[in-house]
């Protein structure tokens, strides 16, 4: 199963929205509901942060939101704020019934 | 409140093995499928194994099936991985994560803060 496809890096200024597309196949992501997305500080715990494609868990700020198109799913961050840089991790149910995470995003607040 | 501790890591030599261990408490530890990820330095996150709750369901990620390993204890509240036959490639800091659900993957809810293993000579 190959990783699925995220840029390596992203960056945005206080208060901007960015993007961070995840592109799998019909295998993963076109063909599930199934896409969770997870903030990792380095040196911590990942935190849930998306599930099922645009759930957010309790507790998860409203500036996060996710959505999928086709094989591409994609999680936008609104009114970015200092806190919020991080890696950031797709991940996807597969045919195989496991997962599959993304390569990773280094989310840079300018 | 959700607590995964995972203990167990350390400097070992190719070829080796250990045993890691994720003790769980603040939930009913046998109601859910949990996993093992890793993330090797420098890289990005690598699922490695799911159990279901109730052992019947064991998958491994392809890199390390025939080497690894993956156990739970539910009367303990504990998580196992077994790796043997290390390679220089399973360096990573090793996660336990539960899952939402049961049996198969749904997403991971719940992350641990890790335990570092280094294989070198």
């Known amino acids: 199963q190959s990783a699925l496809t995220q840029p390596a890096s992203v960056s945005g200024s206080p208060g901007q929205s960015i993007t961070i597309s995840c592109t799998g196949t019909s295998s993963d992501v076109g063909g599930y509901n199934y896409v969770s997305w997870y903030q990792h500080h380095p040196g911590k715990a990942p935190k849930l942060i998306i599930y099922?494609?645009?759930n957010r868990p309790s507790g998860v700020s409203n500036r996060f939101s996710g959505s999928k198109s086709g094989n591409t799913a994609s999680l936008t961050i609104s009114g970015l704020q200092a806190e919020d840089e991080a890696d950031y991790y797709c991940?996807?149910?597969?045919?195989?019934?496991?997962?599959?995470f993304g390569g990773g995003t280094r989310l840079t607040v300018l | 409140q959700v607590q995964l501790v995972e203990s167990g890591g350390g400097v070992v030599q190719p070829g080796r093995s250990l045993r890691l261990s994720c003790a769980a408490s603040g939930f009913t530890f046998s109601n859910f499928a949990m996993h093992w990820v890793r993330q090797a330095p420098g890289k990005g996150l690598e699922w490695v194994a799911i159990?279901?709750?109730?052992?019947?369901?064991?998958y491994y990620a392809d890199s390390v099936k025939g080497r690894f390993t993956i156990s739970r204890d539910n009367s303990k509240n504990t998580l196992y991985l077994q790796v043997n036959s290390l390679r220089p490639e399973d360096t990573a800091v090793y996660y336990c994560?539960?899952?939402?659900?049961?049996?198969?993957?749904?997403?991971?809810?719940?992350w641990g803060q890790g335990t570092l293993v280094a294989v070198s000579s």
């Open positions: 991940s996807s149910f597969t045919r195989s019934r496991t997962p599959v």
């Open positions: 159990i279901s709750f109730d052992e019947s369901i064991k």
């Open positions: 099922d494609v645009s």
């Open positions: 994560a539960r899952d939402f659900g049961n049996y198969y993957f749904n997403f991971f809810d719940f």
